[in-house]
């Protein structure tokens, strides 16, 4: 049997190899990692519409009226330009609401995102949607932390983090460090995909049916109602708990939000599988792990679909996401209650 390697040399080489490998993380750390920007670029358009991320990071007015943090039911379910007409009207001057959103929940990328964006940004009121039963969180770091993960960045995020999880994070360094490094030698190019949500996915019907157009509005414009405590009856906790990475990063946020003196609001948003549900299924007692002054915007989707059969309801997805007539009809719906948290905001 022939050996795997020839001679010491070859082993010689390729131990050097892997030790490269292993330490290009810290190799970029030291030689100096180029700009955080370039980490959002380096995503797949697949994971989101990275341009907008980055355009709201880093190209956005430094003072943000609303921010809206979460996965992809944010970037579908919210109408950037209703919500920003609106308080622009309740307030009767320019505002700037801007959406951290890409596709795939993970509490750590959201971290990552809003840490970003408060760099550089005062902002009054967060919403932020916490992964819901149907689309939880899983207990690994986001499905595309090698792209926008690098080592030595908000490292004191990491402490108390069982050592597991910084092990799997470092491999995740390891993993997209050769991008980053490439990242050091020419900038990242975004697609044209990457700058806007595609208008075909928004015009979808739902699991493939043909898209019917809908201008339904709520037969009872939303209320204060739609802004519960976290101890209401209506909120109904379903599990599965999320595990401890996620829970670190996301008591990390509530902690981010108020050392910027911004006031948290919760918002649920009404999933495919919610249809008649009279309860807002959520996925952990949220008072007791973030918080008892936090409260959620949100309603049952019995109330917020009142009246409704399921063919009609359907007409507002495309699978779990609302596709444009949900979208549309989603926020008018809680717009009130948006108004309402915002001049409850400390820093107003």
């Known amino acids: 049997m022939r050996p795997a390697l020839r001679s010491d040399t070859s082993a010689l080489c390729l131990a050097s190899l892997l030790a490269l490998i292993l330490l290009l993380p810290v190799l970029l750390l030291w030689g100096g990692l180029p700009p955080r ?3 959002y670029k380096s995503m797949s358009t697949a994971f989101a519409t990275v341009g907008t991320v980055i355009q709201a990071i880093y190209q956005s007015p430094p003072e943000g009226d609303i921010v809206f ?25 320019d505002v700037s609401v801007q959406v951290l959103a890409v596709n795939w929940p993970g509490l750590d990328v959201q971290y990552f995102m809003l840490r970003d964006y408060l760099n ?12 819901e039963p149907h689309s939880r969180a899983y207990e690994y770091p986001q499905i595309q932390a090698y792209r926008w993960m690098r080592f030595g960045e908000y490292s004191d995020a990491l402490r108390g983090l069982p050592i597991n999880y910084r092990l799997a994070l470092y491999g995740e360094a390891v993993i997209g460090a050769p991008r980053q490094f490439l ?8 697609r044209d995909e990457g700058t806007a949500i595609d208008p075909k996915l928004a015009r979808s019907g739902y699991l493939g049916a043909q898209f019917i157009q809908d201008n339904s509005l709520p037969k009872s414009p939303a209320n204060e109602a739609m802004l519960v405590s976290l101890n209401s009856p209506d909120i109904a906790v379903k599990g599965p708990a ?26 649920h948003i ?8 009279t309860s807002i299924p959520e996925l952990s007692d949220w008072r007791a792990e973030l918080g008892p002054d936090l409260t959620m915007i949100g309603a049952p989707a019995s109330r917020l679909f009142s009246g409704m059969d399921h063919s009609h309801f359907d007409r507002f997805y495309r699978d779990a996401h609302l596709n444009e007539n949900g979208t549309h009809y989603f926020t008018q719906a809680i717009l009130p209650a948006l108004l309402h948290s915002y001049n409850e905001s400390p820093s107003r």
């Open 69 to 93: 943090l979460g996965s992809s039911l944010v970037s579908a379910g919210i109408s950037q330009s209703t919500v920003s007409l609106a308080l622009s009207e309740h307030l009767h001057r």
């Open 270 to 277: 009404p999933l495919d599988a919610e249809f008649n549900d």
């Open 120 to 131: 550089a940004h005062k902002a009054h009121l967060l919403v932020w949607n916490l992964p």
């Open 242 to 267: 999320p595990g401890p990475y996620q829970m670190h990063f996301a008591k990390l946020i509530v902690k981010l939000a108020k050392q910027h003196n911004c006031r948290v609001v919760l918002l």
């Open 183 to 190: 990242s050091v030698l020419r900038p990242n190019l975004i």
């Open 37 to 39: 920007s370039e980490a």
